[in-house]
């Protein structure tokens, strides 16, 4: 693991330097939005703008491609900028939107009509959508923060959202909310440099409606930090209070928050974070916060404090509990020695006060949960900035005092509370009204190197991101992925750099770990888990150390293939190669970062590094990597299934389920995301591989609970169950998976009178299907089977697609529909508490789901439990995830029933 190194920080912090630029840029520049999906409608990426569109009205003509819409009652007076302006730092938050490009198409309205998708369930949020951006400044250098809110026009709030940012300048009464002490002290400033007011927000309510906020609405928020061991703490909302918030700034305040906007200041301490950076500046000579910290960490304390063993000869006080270890007297030592302040080293000075304040804070704290009965005390504020060692020492501090019934938990956004408060304090932005799935949390490009020494202007558009990227690199500041990288890349025109030994991920990487907060309303839980409260979709906990390091080699090695692939999906051009290139760089910067630091992004799991790739992917403008694959492959499985649909026809309806199921197996070794299945496509033709997989297809499957299902499917003896009502299809792969393995078992269904909604990605994710991509691979196979067709028009999955079909058959008889809904996400995994609404809607009438590929059912959901039957198929394509989840070998099957419990 890289070791950290001092570096002296100035100027500006930043979360996202996906849109803030480091010194190297110089230009002043626009931000420009990265341009959205084609043709996609849900953006969990991109979080589109969700206005207040009740009397919606398209303005002109509408055949035109993006045609104005006028709404009427959308309020256009939406701030999108908060701050909180304490005595060290100011703490910015910014909202951003963007134009929504929502596909609402023929079919796609059909489908909803059908499923009785309604925005009745949205309440109305006047921000609905958009992001959420943290942004801090030290004080001392507030011409930099106006100069930031400057550029993004961030002060500019009440504008018409259809022409967000602008330059207009902002109108007369525009007013910003802000807290904390330099909100009267900066007020005139603001009104000068920027032209508006500052409207003051009391701190306290800032404070408790920003960590209440965040300890509803995001998931991992709240941790434990015991002897450098981070763990997220599981907040059931029922159950958050009453809590104990210790907000250490310049000082220090406890507050009993009882619930929304009930609280109580009940005690505080004046020695504080501004005592350890006022004493540490006097003894050390550190020009800054972070530098007197970092200097902690080289420390040793005991040559400075009188310790427990100093007083009794080495010896422990064990009568009362008191190691030799244990701190005596902070700064005791220097009285009976005969030294000045520089025969002692700033490290150890720097690391005495550290200890002396945080004990101290967390004694008191301690002391006040006990006076009021309180069991959780949450610590927020900027002197802990995520440093390990502080936390430790004030969780050790409330253990201690405690016997162990307390504990300390600490907060992500630990610096942001009185910001996010008063940015909640905009009546209008309902933000207290989202709850916890509709929120999702992206960490782009920046997210690696963020916090460093930022001090130029926002990041303009896609180019400038990698202008930055490769002249970050240039100056000898690439990041060292700790993981094996793959080698030289033929595509990058500079290729990819050997890994140098030396770290510089930023000195106090660790201590930023807060990303863009997407809002997005339009998620929901899926209805069907059975706990939902309990539910994780990680089957693969990256906890284990060994386990990170296995799947981080597994995709750096992969990433020379990816870029190359999503390379020539762009045609192959110097402008793609760039991007590949800085794609690569990037991707490889969060594998480091997160090696070093595994939770830093929250709570990790195989499905999120997974989905990391991807938006990364986006980021730089690969929308579809696996574009020409998926294609070849759709056809080449087309023109052999009406072959394979005429087998199945031949045989027992017992064989014939069979069959089915192992034809989904089979199919589903086509995948692109795994190593060894890319090496064995070098080996034959999509067909001869297909056939293979077919042949090797023996029972009993590792995993094997085909009768089970085939009980409740067929029945047995003279028992005929009732045929499911809807069943819901998680598909994955194109060509022979979709084409070969999912349709005909969705026709196996259809024929027996169960609906069937194919449920498919929103996004691309390496070779996975899409749900805009799925219809008109349905209308194809519809054109050789009355069955798929008859179900697909009454779905209306062929609105388009029938003008195509050459025989002018029309079924007459009326048939149960096949249907395609989206299921909100752009990765191989799938988290069901964060789906689309349309498949939220769909599960509402669902008897039964089918989970399909290692992805889906494997590395998301092998644990899961349902409502309703439930069946998981998938072929296991590495060899260490068959040893570990199934005891098996590469390439075996899972076919997983479990009835509804
Ligand atoms: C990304 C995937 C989950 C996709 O698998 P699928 O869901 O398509 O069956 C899988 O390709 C994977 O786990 N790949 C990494 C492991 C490997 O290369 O062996
Ligand atoms: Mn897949």
Redo the contacts with the bound molecule.
Sequence with gaps: MASPTTKNHSHIEIDDINEESQQITEKDIVEKDMAPLPGSSIHRSSSRPQLDVSGAAIQGNFEEKDPAILLPNQTDDISHLALDIGGSLIKLIYFSRHADRQVDDGRKRKVKERLGVTNGSRRSYPILGGRLHFVKFETSKINECLDFIHSKQLHCGGMDPRCWPSDAPPSENAVIKATGGGAYKFADLFKERLGVSIEKEDEMNCLVSGANFLLKAIRHEAFTHMEGHKEFVQIDQNDLFPYLLVNIGSGVSMIKVDGDGQFQRVSGTNVGGGTYWGLGRLLTKCKSFDELLELSQRGDNSTIDMLVGDIYGGMDYSKIGLSASTIASSFGKTISENKDLEDYKPEDISLSLLRMISYNIGQIAYLNALRFGLKRIFFGGFFIRGHAYTMDTISFAVQFWSKGDAQAMFLRHEGFLGALGAFMSYEKHGLDDLMVHQLVERFPMGAPYIGGNVHGPPLGDLNEKISWMEKFVRKGTEITAPVPMAPPATTGLGGFEVPSSKGVLRSDASKLNVGVLHLVPSLEVFPLLADPKTYEPNTIDLSDHGELEY?FT??S??LSDLVDKAVASEGGTDDAKRRGDAFARAFSAHLARLMEEPAAYGKLG?ANL?ELREECLREFHFFDAYRTIKQRENEASLAVLPDLLMELDSLTEDMRLLTLIEGVLAA?I?????????DLYHKGTIIEIYRMSRKKMQRPWRVDDFDAFKERMLGSGDRKPQPHKRALLFV??SGA?IVLGMLPLARELLRRGTEVVLVANSLP????VTAMELPDIVAEAAKHCDILRGAAEAGGLLVDAMSNIQDGYKENTPSVPLMVVENGCGS??IDLRQVSSELAAAAKDADLVIL????????TNYNAKFKCDALKL??V?????AAKLVKGNIYDCVCRYEPAS
């Design positions: 799947w597994v995709l090695e992969h195989l997974l589903n086509f995948d692109w995301g795994s190593r060894a299945c890319v994955d792969n998976d994710a390496l070779n996975d191989p995994c399909e590929g290692m992805g889906r059912s494997l590395h998938a072929m394509k590495n060899q260490r995830l």
